[in-house]
């Protein structure tokens, strides 16, 4: 049996809906049961569990041969996974795919690649078998702009740097081949978009396809903390986020992969057509 976790959220969700139409069961480990079931997804099984809860993760893990680990986007996401992982051993899973990120690893300058380096050192140093996809930006991390698009400027402190930013439909089909076929054993997958894009080519493909002018302006890591604390964002996460776009400004997340067309068997999605399939969002 396979257990997705974070199935509700942007790549865990895609994942789920692609094993669903592709006829694979699967059992998703969700914090609301009856919010989930309303997806209507063929072949899901729907079990609460909640990775503050440890007696929960026991049933979700019970009978569970291989794995998708996604942790959430909160802080010290390392301790999250080990504590699932400790008990996943216990339970008898053979194979964990999981989620880490761009430029992971134990000494980089950015939080969030320290955590998911912490997990990615735990699994070399495990029993199990595992693949570890690294992807690159989310595209779909421009819904979270969608006021800043609206008014119709990008305030981003990331400069002129560029980045192969990723549709999570992508992601879902890498973590899917390496769910239900062998060979991906020990591997790390930089899972990327077809081509490096920088803010500035974002605001023009926004500017093309919704017909109306976006800018982009880069604006000093100072300011946008500043702006990012007055929206209420907690201290840690915008500091963890200027973090990224400073690596992202220095061109330190560039290279582009073939991984989703040699493991996803799919042509990578690009930026136009990821705003034409969210022009709605955008309006
Ligand atoms: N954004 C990027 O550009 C980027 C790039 C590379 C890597 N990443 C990594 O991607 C991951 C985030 O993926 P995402 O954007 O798909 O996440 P997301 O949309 O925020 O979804 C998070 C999922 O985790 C679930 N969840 C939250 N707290 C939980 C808990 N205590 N117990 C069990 N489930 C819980 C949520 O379920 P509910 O419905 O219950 O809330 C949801 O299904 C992070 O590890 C991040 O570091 C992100």
Redesign the pocket.
């Known amino acids: 049996m396979i257990l997705l976790?974070?199935?509700?959220?942007?790549?865990?969700l895609s994942l789920a809906k692609l094993l669903s139409q592709r006829g694979i069961e699967y059992r998703a480990?969700?914090?609301?049961v009856a919010k989930a079931s309303a997806l209507d997804l063929a072949g899901a099984e729907w079990v609460q569990?909640?990775?503050?809860d440890t007696e929960s993760l026991r049933q979700s893990l019970d009978g569970v041969d291989r794995v998708f680990l996604?942790?959430?986007?909160?802080e010290n996401?390392d301790r999250i996974e080990a504590t699932f992982l400790d008990i996943a051993a216990a339970c008898g899973v053979r194979y964990v795919v999981n989620?880490s990120?761009?430029g992971a690893g134990l000494g980089v300058p950015h939080r969030?690649g320290q955590w998911?380096g912490q997990t990615e050192k735990y699994l070399r140093e495990s029993e199990f078998d595992f693949t570890i996809l690294r992807?690159?930006?989310?595209m779909q991390?421009l819904l979270t702009m969608t006021s800043m698009i609206q008014q119709g400027t990008l305030y981003v402190p990331a400069g002129e740097g560029k980045a192969p930013f990723v549709d999570?439909r992508d992601i879902a089909a890498v973590a899917a081949t390496c769910l239900t076929e062998t060979g991906h054993e020990g591997k790390i997958y930089d899972v990327t978009g077809p081509v490096s894009i920088g803010y500035s080519d974002i605001a023009a493909t926004l500017t093309h396809v919704l017909g109306r002018t976006i800018n982009y302006v880069d604006i000093p890591a100072e300011a946008a903390k500043a702006s990012m604390l007055e929206m209420g964002m907690p201290a840690w996460l915008v500091d963890a986020l200027n973090e990224l776009n400073a690596g992202l400004k220095e061109n330190r997340f560039g290279l582009v992969t073939n991984v989703v067309s040699e493991v996803g068997h799919k042509i990578p999605i690009d930026l136009d057509s990821f705003v034409r399939d969210h022009v709605a969002s955008f309006a």
């Open positions: 976790t974070g199935s509700t959220g942007s790549v865990g480990m969700v914090r609301d569990g909640d990775f503050q996604l942790a959430p986007p909160v996401i989620l990120a761009v969030f998911h992807p690159n930006f989310f991390n999570v």
